[in-house]
């Protein structure tokens, strides 16, 4: 069993950053993909980034594309996502996912294995 904890939520002002954490138990988090999800109010779970096991291989949606970068320490067992240039429009609740045993990056929610409690971004104007 793999148990994720997001922290690093909170209130913002647009423009600003913020960086969330995902700590993995586990210790075979080095071949966990992982990724990044949000999911605001009457809207779907959006996948925001993944990385791959070996870090290699990164991809972003469209909407936070040169805006937020995800990052994967495997001798912490930590994933990061690190947000940039906010928006009222990110306002959600962040997920971070893993993917036990897969190579690449998963971008459907479906494939993912393990999910973490969520975390609160809000963004104000």
């Known amino acids: 069993q793999v148990q994720l904890v997001e922290s690093g939520g909170g209130l913002v002002q647009a423009g600003g950053s913020l960086r969330l954490s995902c700590a993995a138990s586990?210790?075979?988090?080095?071949?966990?993909?992982m990724g990044w999800f949000r999911q605001a109010p009457g809207k779907e779970r959006e996948f925001l980034a993944g990385v791959s096991w070996s870090g290699g291989y990164i991809y972003y949606s469209d909407s936070v594309k040169g805006r937020f970068t995800i990052s994967k320490d495997n001798a912490k067992n930590t994933v990061y996502l690190q947000m940039n240039s906010l928006k009222p429009e990110d306002t959600a609740v962040y997920y971070c996912?893993?993917?036990?045993?897969?190579?690449?990056?998963?971008?459907?929610?479906?494939?993912?294995?393990?999910w973490g409690q969520g975390t609160q971004v809000t963004v104000s104007s």
């Open positions: 996912a893993a993917d036990i045993n897969n190579p690449g990056v998963p971008r459907r929610s479906t494939l993912y294995d393990y």
């Open positions: 586990g210790r075979a988090f080095s071949r966990y993909a």
